[in-house]
């Protein structure tokens, strides 16, 4: 190689291995910085296009969860009260059969009709009063029931029925003025809440399946997210401990080609020396 002070190629070479090193370096500390391989669309912009679509998949099952969340919270609101209304009818029918004795006198019959004018006036309370967020599924309020989202793209639904629970319809027959004052009311009351025991029994159990189906959906969208998130990791994720140790190395080649550049800058030094006297 000729001996110029005009071009140092040796110079040009070691900068240009200097600055590709450099821009290595860069890169994995940003990686190092960040934990992702590819952060943004420069780094891979087909990976990255497709990790952004899974991100956002991820947000809509986000949103999925929180309104299946939100359902349980109606449901097990609506449960709950309802199995109150069961436990209510229980005891009103320990009234009605009580009050089917013809031995008592009237003033315990009167006593009787009062707890058991009381437990209907109960009842219709704890129908009233079984709401989470406003939302009351055994009032017949919304009669078409209550629709959650149950996937991300927002095509698919999943109801909750209403119940209507409300004195003297079709679930509980009895109406608020149902009576036990004499042998005929008390024996016309007893069938009116068998049944109504019955019907209570079957939209429970309605209610259940229904809450049931809502639960394991729930976590199906858990997991389902939690592969998603796991998908986009191994996509964009970088691995630390690899890119530790390549941080290290490009750390010494980066010193040993400022060396190399010090040394070719050296070279024109060489043509001095040929025009020195002896």
Known sequence: MSLTIITNK?????????????????????????????????????????AQTQRADMGGLAAVRMGLDRAMSIGDTALTAGQSVAELLVKMKERVVAA??????GVSRQALQEDFSALLRQVAQVVRDAAFDDV?????????????LADAEGAAFITLANQDLRLGQAVITLSVTASVLTLSTASASLALLNASIDNVSLALSEMGAQLKQLEQHNTFVGKLSDSVEGGVGNLVDADLAKES??????????????????????????????????
């Open 100 to 105: 089917q004795d013809v031995s008592i006198n």
């Open 245 to 278: 140790a390549r941080l290290q190395a490009l750390t010494v080649h980066q010193q040993l080609g400022a060396q190399a550049l010090a040394i070719a800058n050296q070279a024109p030094q060489i043509i001095l020396s040929l025009f020195r006297s002896g």
């Open 10 to 50: 040796a110079a040009m070479s070691s900068l240009q291995n200097l600055n590709a090193t450099t821009d290595n370096l860069e890169q994995v500390q940003s990686r190092l910085g960040t934990g992702l391989r590819i952060a943004t669309s420069k780094d891979n912009s087909a990976i990255w296009a497709i």
């Open 136 to 148: 009351r599924l055994l009032d017949n309020s919304l009669p078409g029931g209550v629709r959650f």
